[in-house]
T-cell receptor, first 112, second 112 residues
Framework: EPEVTQTPSHQVTQMGQEVILRCVPI?????FYWYRQILGQKVEFLVS????????KSEIFDDQFSVERPDGSNFTLKIRSTKLEDSAMYFC??????????FGEGSRLTVL | GENVEQHPSTLSVQEGDSAVIKCTYS??????FPWYKQELGKRPQLIID?????GEKKDQRIAVTLNKTAKHFSLHITETQPEDSAVYFC???????????FGRGTSLIVHP
């Protein structure tokens, strides 16, 4: 069964450093998403991507964040200058049709 | 924007009992309500969903009900088994983007 894959599974970084989280969506899916979950809190929407551009983003997704689909298969989330409060589990998801999301297993980001 | 509240945060039942998880939403335009199950260390997986044109949907031991007037929906699991132990998330979204807003999650523990 095809799956969304994410790398790395866990990344530890120093405050102020840039981080890139990578995702490979399911191959025939058209919609891509990033969510995050701070420990003990709800899963929060960051951004959605469709037709090679951002379709929607939340208030959390400020200028420190960017997404890219560099090569037609990968979907990346970049955080330019990490802050302590960026520590969270970041989930990538994709869907063939709008609404039915398939999630990756997440990338845990720890900012020290 | 949409706000989804979920209760309880933890639910402990004996094997064979039923479990009910309740969610409310704020945006009356929401019309798609998925439920996700996340086992420890694994990805959230869609287990059932309901759209606003129906009031109830059932899939074996799992059912979801929707009350649009009251803006609440519930997940019902009958004859619970230890493998049902997981965190369950409800979500709500609306047509167009169908980007789900998640509840905080319910940790279901089924004791053998």
């Amino acid at each position: 069964e095809p799956e969304v894959t994410q790398t790395p599974s866990h990344q530890v970084t120093q405050m102020g450093q840039e981080v890139i989280l990578r995702c490979v969506p399911i191959s025939n899916h058209l919609y891509f998403y990033w969510y995050r979950q701070i420990l003990g809190q709800k899963v929060e929407f960051l951004v959605s991507f469709y037709n090679n551009e951002i379709s929607e983003k939340s208030e959390i997704f400020d200028d420190q964040f960017s997404v890219e689909r560099p090569d037609g298969s990968n979907f990346t989330l970049k955080i330019r200058s990490t802050k302590l409060e960026d520590s969270a589990m970041y989930f990538c998801a994709s869907s063939e049709i709008a609404g039915e999301l398939f999630f990756g297993e997440g990338s845990r980001l720890t900012v020290l | 924007g949409e706000n989804v509240e979920q209760h309880p945060s933890t639910l402990s039942v004996q094997e064979g009992d039923s479990a009910v998880i309740k969610c409310t939403y704020s945006d009356s335009a929401s019309n798609y309500f998925p439920w996700y199950k996340q086992e420890l260390g694994k990805r959230p997986q869609l287990i059932i969903d309901i759209r606003s044109n129906v009031g109830e949907k059932k899939d074996q031991r799992i059912a979801v009900t929707l009350n649009k007037t009251a803006k609440h929906f519930s997940l019902h699991i009958t004859e619970t088994q230890p493998e049902d132990s997981a965190v369950y998330f409800c979500a709500a979204s609306k047509g167009g983007s169908y980007i789900p807003t998640f509840g905080r999650g319910t940790s279901l523990i089924v004791h053998p």
